[in-house]
């Protein structure tokens, strides 16, 4: 079976260890944050193109409200960094890494739900409702199975022992 060092094979204190999980949470915010405001961006351009007045009330309201979870996705994904700054050197880190796990987590839903919305208001402007709405439910589906089962199932088989298999030496083509 296969086991995850302890933080005493690691030989780091509490403190370097928060101090790697926050360092780690950046990382991933960097990647997520960064997708969400060009979601964002895309989003708010949206209301100024020429096309824009001829939505109808499904689509328009698809909009504010895909507009709407990007703006909380990007508050959910900056919100760790403000909390860093607004607790720095007052011995919190520890719990300024479990609450911003905990944000990046919701920010990650949100996330998915926006682009769901955004997915089904393109579609359904370009194709139709129909197709917009199977599309919306493939991305859907598509970020669930990939943000949620994939974790999951790797995380079973680490905890079962039939983690990744062992890298094949390099060969030539």
Not at 20 to 38: A, D, K, P
Not at 85 to 100: D, E, H, M, N, Y
Request: hydrophobic share 50%; aromatic share 6%.
């Amino acid at each position: 079976m296969a086991e995850r060092p302890s933080p005493e094979e690691r030989n780091e204190t509490p403190l370097e260890r928060a101090d790697r999980n926050f360092g780690e949470l950046l990382q991933e915010l960097r990647v997520t944050q960064t997708g969400v405001q060009i979601l964002f961006a895309f989003l708010l351009t949206l209301a100024f193109t020429p096309r824009f007045p001829s939505l109808d009330t499904v689509q328009r309201a698809t909009y504010v409200t895909t507009l709407l979870l990007a703006v909380v996705a990007a508050a959910l994904f900056t919100a760790p960094a403000a909390l860093h700054r607004s607790l720095f050197r007052q011995g919190a880190k520890p719990t300024i890494v479990r609450v911003s796990s905990v944000l990046a987590t919701v920010g990650t839903g949100v996330l998915m739900l926006a682009l769901t919305g955004s997915v089904l208001l393109v579609v359904d402007v370009a194709l139709g409702r129909a197709v917009g709405i199977a599309s919306g439910a493939g991305t859907l589906l598509v970020c669930v199975a990939l943000w949620g089962l994939l974790p999951r199932l790797v995380h079973r088989a680490v905890v079962s022992g039939a983690a990744a298999p062992k890298e094949a030496p390099d060969r030539e083509p």
